[in-house]
Nanobody
Framework: EVQLVESGGGLVQSGGSLRLSCAAS????????IGWFRQAPGKEREGVSC????????YYADSVKGRFTISSDNAKNTVYLQMNSLKPEDTAVYYC????????????????WGQGPQVPDSS
């Protein structure tokens, strides 16, 4: 059974840091891209960052460039999102998702989704 489980959300002050984890099971990351998406109340789901395991390419939304870092530990089949200098506008439910193919920000291309940990108000 394919499963993605996010963890690491929590209370944080503005300017603080959090690291989200996305543990994958039922498949190996080698041929998949993993994306992090977020959705704030009343807003559409948006791509935050993604990583392609075929070539290690990483991508970031402009709103998080320089603050967020995506990384992967293939031995643990886990992808991380390190979030620094958090802002109130980063408050959202964060989801990780897996896509068999190259990394991209189109959520409709992703095949598997986690349930999403909440990153609470960082104001």
């Amino acid at each position: 059974e394919v499963q993605l489980v996010e963890s690491g959300g929590g209370l944080v002050q503005s300017g603080g840091s959090l690291r989200l984890s996305c543990a994958a099971s039922g498949f190996t990351l080698d041929d998949y891209a993993i994306g992090w998406f977020r959705q704030a109340p009343g807003k559409e789901r948006e791509g935050v960052s993604c990583i392609s395991h075929s070539d290690g390419s990483t991508y970031y939304a402009d709103s998080v460039k320089g603050r967020f870092t995506i990384s992967s530990d293939n031995a643990k089949n886990t992808v991380y999102l390190q979030m620094n200098s958090l802002k109130p506008e980063d408050t959202a439910v964060y989801y990780c998702a897996a896509h068999f193919g190259p990394a991209m920000f189109d959520p409709y291309e992703y095949d598997y989704w986690g349930q999403g940990p909440q990153v609470p108000d960082s104001s």
